[in-house]
């Protein structure tokens, strides 16, 4: 079975160049009205294949109506909904290359009389195109899909073998509807995938996520409205700027001097059909308002006031596919003041931000815990077009202060950290084709001065630049066009304060990194490289300090349009103080993508190899995987593209793995790609 099997992947090709060299010479008849409400039937050859019959379209007076044919013993048959115009109309049957081109197999020419009597449709005014026109503008759509179909037909030493027939797929799709004042737009995404273990939703087709949202412009305001998933853009203490699934509606002013949305939202992240609006369940749901207001200006740059408020249930954790047994309860209130100056070049911001909030409802205590947080931010550009040496450049200081609670927490920001009091100063600066940044920052907690609590304090020193040169010539040229870049880190943490008779651990460390790292790209080469130096120096009583050296070094080349090679290897040293161990790992990767015959036959092959040293010896690691694919259609914007493929995989270990029962274990997967890249619009 698995002998004839890979003899009929290996035909199919064949089989269709055959049919398509038949086809050429396919003969075919029209006969015009052949039946009751049947304008035409074309009679095909008897001995017409399969594959020559779905590449096989119909137009009419330049129109394909392929799609409108019935086929009936073994001819087309085309009943139109209405009868056509009178007079003369061509009729041409083509054959489908997998090139994208076509062969006109048939050209007939049929006459449609005016029969006295005949009803026909009113045909629009210029009023009525008009007003159809102003109504509805344009369309667009989009839809990138993907199928696989794979079929294990070889396999050995696999301990956890996955099923021998296997479907996956994506896709996403987009739409925009627009008239003179208003917008449509929807998108979404959807997954297909047999195996559970590997879903994402644990359902073998689902969707990801979607959104969906209109805007209509009127003559004092603007309104939307977004269902799925969609950001409320309030980027503050209180709200994080991620994106949730649920529904929020929008108003606002032509002005923008007064701004309100109303929402109800998922506190945490799902995807999936399971609660598609986001909405439906009140044990997970926050809702709440917002409102933005330039009392004095219109103006861009004057200042600005945003109040916030949401309440509602839900776990803030996890990917929203399982249901959890904590519920946490929560409410808060933030307002953000914002002013600029000086064109934009001085930006003033403050905020603060509160919260009440019951972890867990599971514990019938009903303690809602009453918290506060503030922060304070300014940037200055203090030069404006400015130019030094012939170079464009450009500064940017500022300062930011945040003070979190011990205990703040808001359901509408999970990510957000707490029991934080920090002072931050950073500099950007620009000249040319030089760009450095530095950020120093001073941060203790224990905000709420905890007497059982020590006071840790964390003063930090980073930076980090980058220089791109210009194309090189002469003596130079082989190094293309090379860039530099520089990163680190300067950390020290320590205790400020020790409350008495605390039993913990003391706490004294200095952490430092640096890395330094480049490339360049020259003709059809490309190279790049970094090297991290990271010490983690612990003066406590732990003994936990680590030392690590990490290289990596990367290279790739075109050779042609036809071949690209690929390579890139990590070297790692990591040395821990408390054991006086050391580790050594080596990973080295190298790839090839070959088109064998253009737009039919391409190839690829990929190799990797993990070595470990030292005290953590453990068995090496080989893993190659390849993959032989055939174009059988070439997938447009109007119709899809079809590839056969073997792709397999082979590891060799010297004991066993999760994915391998022996020393070489290996599997190989006859494919079937269907890919549809379709779009259009009026």
Same mark, same amino acid.
């Given at each position: 079975?698995?002998?004839?099997?890979?003899?009929?992947?290996?035909?199919?090709?064949?089989?269709?160049?055959?049919?398509?060299?038949?086809?050429?010479?396919?003969?075919? !008849?029209?006969?015009?009205?052949?039946?009751?409400?049947?304008?035409?039937?074309?009679?095909?050859?008897?001995?017409?294949?399969?594959?020559?019959?779905?590449?096989?379209?119909?137009?009419?007076?330049?129109?394909?109506?392929?799609?409108?044919?019935?086929? !009936?013993?073994?001819?087309?048959?085309?009943?139109?909904?209405?009868?056509?115009?009178?007079?003369?109309?061509?009729?041409? +049957?083509?054959?489908?290359?997998?090139?994208?081109?076509?062969?006109?197999?048939?050209?007939?020419?049929?006459?449609?009389?005016?029969?006295?009597?005949?009803?026909?449709?009113?045909?629009?005014?210029?009023?009525?195109?008009?007003?159809?026109?102003?109504?509805?503008?344009?369309?667009?759509?989009?839809?990138?899909?993907?199928?696989?179909?794979?079929?294990?037909?070889?396999?050995?030493?696999?301990?956890?073998?996955?099923?021998?027939?296997?479907?996956?797929?994506?896709?996403?799709?987009?739409?925009?509807?627009?008239?003179?004042?208003?917008?449509?737009?929807?998108?979404?995404?959807?997954?297909?995938?047999?195996?559970?273990?590997?879903?994402?939703?644990?359902?073998?087709?689902?969707?990801?996520?979607?959104?969906?949202?209109?805007?209509?412009?009127? !003559?004092?305001?603007?309104?939307?409205?977004?269902?799925?998933?969609?950001?409320?853009?309030?980027?503050?203490?209180?709200?994080?700027?991620?994106?949730?699934?649920?529904?929020?509606?929008?108003?606002?002013?032509?002005?923008?001097?007064?701004?309100?949305?109303?929402?109800?939202?998922?506190?945490?992240?799902?995807?999936?059909?399971?609660?598609?609006?986001?909405?439906?369940?009140?044990?997970?749901?926050?809702?709440?308002?917002?409102?933005?207001?330039?009392?004095?200006?219109?103006?861009?740059?004057?200042?600005?006031?945003?109040?916030?408020?949401?309440?509602?249930?839900?776990?803030?954790?996890?990917?929203?596919?399982?249901?959890?047994?904590?519920?946490?309860?929560?409410?808060?209130?933030?307002?953000?003041?914002?002013?600029?100056?000086?064109?934009?070049?001085?930006?003033?911001?403050?905020?603060?931000?509160?919260?009440?909030?019951?972890?867990?409802?599971?514990?019938?205590?009903?303690?809602?815990?009453?918290?506060?947080?503030?922060?304070?931010?300014?940037?200055?550009?203090?030069?404006?077009?400015?130019?030094?040496?012939?170079?464009?450049?450009?500064?940017? +200081?500022?300062?930011?202060?945040?003070?979190?609670?011990?205990?703040?927490?808001?359901?509408?920001?999970?990510?957000?950290?707490?029991?934080?009091?920090?002072?931050?100063?950073?500099?950007?600066?620009?000249?040319?084709?030089?760009?450095?940044?530095?950020?120093?920052?001073?941060?203790?907690?224990?905000?709420?001065?905890?007497?059982?609590?020590?006071?840790?304090?964390?003063?930090?020193?980073?930076?980090?630049?980058?220089?791109?040169?210009?194309?090189?010539?002469?003596?130079?040229?082989?190094?293309?066009?090379?860039?530099?870049?520089?990163?680190?880190?300067?950390?020290?943490?320590?205790?400020?304060?020790?409350?008495?008779?605390?039993?913990?651990? !003391?706490?004294?460390? +200095?952490?430092?990194?640096?890395?330094?790292?480049?490339?360049?790209?020259?003709?059809?080469?490309?190279?790049?490289?970094?090297?991290?130096?990271?010490?983690?120096?612990?003066?406590?009583?732990?003994?936990?300090?680590?030392?690590?050296?990490?290289?990596?070094?990367?290279?790739?080349?075109?050779?042609?349009?036809?071949?690209?090679?690929?390579?890139?290897?990590?070297?790692?040293?990591?040395?821990?103080?408390?054991?006086?161990?050391?580790?050594?790992?080596?990973?080295?990767?190298?790839?090839?993508?070959?088109?064998?015959?253009?737009?039919?036959?391409?190839?690829?092959?990929?190799?990797?190899?993990?070595?470990?040293?030292?005290?953590?010896?453990?068995?090496?690691?080989?893993?190659?995987?390849? *993959?032989?694919?055939?174009?059988?259609?070439?997938?447009?914007?109007?119709?899809?593209?079809?590839?056969?493929?073997?792709?397999?995989?082979?590891?060799?270990?010297?004991?066993?793995?999760?994915?391998?029962?022996?020393?070489?274990?290996? *599997?190989?997967?006859?494919? +079937?790609?269907?890919?549809?890249?379709?779009?259009?619009?009026?």
């Amino acid at each position: 079975m698995k002998h004839r099997l890979r003899y009929l992947i290996l035909l199919i090709p064949l089989l269709a160049h055959a049919a398509l060299a038949r086809a050429d010479a396919l003969q075919a !008849e029209l006969v015009p009205n052949p039946g009751s409400g049947q304008l035409f039937m074309i009679v095909l050859p008897d001995d017409i294949d399969i594959l020559t019959l779905t590449r096989l379209a119909v137009e009419m007076d330049g129109i394909d109506i392929t799609a409108f044919l019935s086929f !009936e013993e073994g001819n087309f048959r085309y009943s139109p909904p209405e009868p056509p115009a009178a007079g003369q109309h061509s009729i041409r +049957l083509v054959l489908l290359k997998p090139d994208g081109s076509s062969t006109l197999l048939g050209n007939w020419q049929i006459t449609q009389p005016d029969e006295p009597g005949q009803s026909r449709p009113a045909q629009p005014d210029a009023q009525q195109i008009a007003a159809a026109e102003q109504w509805l503008r344009a369309g667009t759509y989009s839809s990138n899909n993907s199928l696989e179909a794979s079929y294990r037909i070889l396999d050995h030493n696999l301990s956890a073998a996955p099923d021998r027939l296997q479907l996956t797929g994506a896709g996403v799709s987009t739409a925009q509807l627009q008239g003179q004042s208003w917008q449509m737009n929807a998108q979404a995404n959807y997954l297909l995938q047999t195996q559970q273990a590997l879903s994402l939703t644990g359902e073998t087709f689902d969707i990801g996520e979607y959104a969906l949202s209109s805007q209509h412009q009127g !003559e004092n305001i603007h309104t939307g409205v977004n269902l799925g998933h969609h950001s409320l853009r309030l980027d503050s203490l209180l709200f994080a700027s991620q994106q949730r699934r649920g529904l929020s509606v929008q108003a606002a002013g032509n002005n923008n001097r007064l701004a309100t949305q109303f929402f109800a939202l998922r506190p945490d992240a799902i995807v999936g059909a399971r609660h598609l609006d986001g909405i439906s369940d009140p044990r997970s749901r926050i809702q709440g308002l917002s409102s933005r207001i330039q009392p004095f200006s219109e103006d861009a740059n004057a200042l600005a006031v945003t109040a916030m408020y949401y309440e509602g249930e839900g776990s803030t954790a996890g990917l929203g596919i399982t249901e959890f047994s904590s519920i946490s309860k929560g409410s808060g209130w933030g307002l953000k003041l914002e002013k600029s100056y000086w064109q934009g070049r001085l930006n003033l911001a403050a905020e603060h931000a509160h919260s009440r909030f019951n972890p867990d409802l599971n514990d019938n205590t009903n303690l809602m815990e009453n918290s506060d947080a503030w922060r304070v931010k300014m940037d200055v550009r203090p030069f404006s077009n400015l130019v030094w040496r012939d170079q464009p450049a450009d500064i940017l +200081l500022g300062a930011d202060y945040q003070r979190i609670d011990t205990f703040f927490a808001s359901m509408a920001n999970p990510g957000l950290a707490a029991d934080r009091d920090v002072a931050s100063v950073f500099s950007d600066i620009y000249w040319g084709k030089l760009f450095a940044n530095l950020q120093l920052s001073h941060e203790t907690n224990n905000v709420d001065q905890l007497e059982a609590m020590p006071t840790d304090r964390l003063r930090s020193l980073s930076w980090s630049g980058g220089y791109s040169f210009d194309q090189q010539s002469g003596s130079t040229a082989w190094l293309g066009t090379p860039y530099l870049q520089l990163s680190g880190l300067i950390g020290r943490l320590d205790r400020q304060t020790t409350p008495e008779n605390y039993q913990g651990f !003391e706490t004294n460390n +200095l952490a430092e990194s640096l890395t330094l790292g480049g490339g360049a790209s020259y003709q059809k080469w490309q190279w790049s490289g970094s090297y991290t130096h990271a010490d983690f120096d612990d003066r406590s009583e732990l003994g936990a300090g680590t030392r690590s050296r990490f290289l990596s070094v990367a290279a790739s080349r075109q050779v042609s349009d036809r071949l690209s090679l690929n390579s890139d290897i990590q070297y790692g040293i990591f040395d821990t103080e408390a054991e006086g161990l050391r580790s050594i790992s080596t990973n080295l990767n190298m790839g090839m993508q070959a088109l064998l015959i253009p737009d039919k036959l391409d190839f690829s092959l990929n190799y990797n190899v993990n070595l470990a040293r030292g005290d953590h010896d453990i068995p090496d690691r080989h893993f190659i995987n390849a *993959q032989i694919g055939w174009t059988l259609l070439k997938a447009t914007q109007t119709k899809p593209g079809v590839v056969l493929a073997l792709r397999g995989s082979m590891e060799n270990n010297d004991e066993t793995t999760l994915q391998s029962t022996g020393r070489d274990g290996y *599997q190989i997967f006859a494919v +079937l790609r269907i890919n549809a890249p379709l779009a259009g619009g009026f």
